[in-house]
């Protein structure tokens, strides 16, 4: 790709790494590159991150055409920059693209995209324990109309805000509530997609979950809403007797990228693993009779973050006292440890960007 690079005046202050919170500080410069069925992907360039210019007609902000991914750039011990596995988002995205009826961006394009962003955002990359940076390529159609349709135009873009953790918990056990009322998926829907839709509908669970006083919901299937799926903002897995459970992918659940690395490493550690419809009412079981050892969702912006209670209904389960379990860490350690350069990177999934 020629990539054109429009330099801003005034480089901004950088945060005190310390401080991150998720997603609060964007840094000085995106990516953009737009399509239209004219010209197909064109102009791509690297600008100043700035306020967009939008017409209040927007199909985006009227149908919610968009999609998005989360992925992250890790700074290492000896100071090189490195991705985790950027072609898997690049093939969601491409995936999410499809079901949403919005052009295709070409894997090796995105890929292209992201590590030259990165490379021009290098000193953004932060070096303090648990903080990264933050990438979300996001693409949404630009036509002005009102008409419900395919647009005849859309923008791809990518960001960057350097993180610590997503929860205020840290990596500490979070409490999660069962929503069983709203749904989240059923299949033929958007489930297996990132796409805006799906966090705008989310956002209502959350809020009852806040009031409850957990920091997360646990959806259940659009269906019966009797099997576990996904937690808002990352998979679920679950120790019971030694083996792990997690929802399988059939089209409500999303791909994620760190539910995939972690299956093959728990696989590769010698665990069953199970990716098997679990209902709520085996799990709550599994809970009360000290068959569910762990529990963790997983994510890229969760990483992995252990569960220390369920809400459902009337009833509570409590997961290893509350504390975060030993597998738990020992994933989130092996995990980060590969993502951070301090472990071999044994499975190639680590791509050096400078
Ligand atoms: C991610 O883990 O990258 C996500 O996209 C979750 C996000 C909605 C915070």
Not at 21 to 27: E, R
Not at 151 to 156: G, L, P, T, V
Not at 264 to 273: E, M, N, P, R
Request: charged share 25%; with cysteine.
């Amino acid at each position: 790709m020629d990539i054109k690079f429009e330099k801003r005046e005034q480089l901004k202050e950088k945060p005190d790494q310390t401080k991150l919170g998720f997603g609060k500080y964007m840094t000085d410069y995106m990516f953009v590159m737009d399509w239209d069925r004219e010209n197909g992907w064109h102009d791509a360039r690297i600008v100043p991150h700035e306020p967009m210019l939008m017409d209040p007609a927007c199909v985006t902000l009227h149908y919610a055409q968009e999609t998005f991914e989360g992925m992250k750039a890790y700074r290492t011990k000896n100071g090189k920059i490195q991705l985790f596995r950027p072609e898997m988002n690049a093939r969601r995205m491409i995936n999410s693209n499809a079901r949403l009826c919005m052009p295709e961006f070409p894997e090796d394009m995105f890929v292209e995209a992201v590590e030259e962003l990165v490379r021009v955002e290098r000193d953004w990359v932060p070096s303090e324990p648990e903080t990264s940076l933050y990438i979300r390529p996001f693409m949404f159609a630009t036509e002005s109309s009102l008409g419900v349709h395919m647009a005849n135009s859309y923008k791809f873009v990518v960001i960057c805000t350097p993180v610590g953790a997503y929860y205020a918990e840290g990596v500490n056990p979070v409490r999660i509530l069962v929503e069983d009322e709203l749904v989240r998926a059923v299949k033929g829907g958007t489930g297996f997609t990132k796409c805006g839709g799906n966090y705008a509908a989310s956002i209502l669970g959350q809020v009852k979950a806040e009031e409850q006083g957990c920091t997360q919901v646990l959806w259940l299937d659009g269906v019966e809403r009797k099997y576990v799926e996904e937690v808002g903002t990352m998979n679920i897995m679950f120790k019971i007797n030694g083996e792990i459970y997690t929802a399988p992918i059939e089209g409500t659940v999303l791909p994620g990228v760190t539910r995939d690395s972690i299956i093959h490493i728990l696989k590769d550690w010698g665990y069953k693993v199970n990716e098997t419809k679990l209902s709520v009412d085996d799990l709550m079981k599994a809970g009360h009779d000290g068959t569910l050892e762990e529990a963790f969702g997983t994510g890229t912006a969760a990483v992995i973050s252990p569960v220390g209670e369920f809400v459902y209904k009337d009833d509570k389960i409590t997961v290893n006292d509350f504390k975060t379990g030993d597998l738990t860490q020992k994933l989130y350690d092996y995990l980060t440890g590969i993502q951070w350069g301090d472990e071999e990177d044994k499975y190639n999934w680590t791509v050096e960007v400078c």
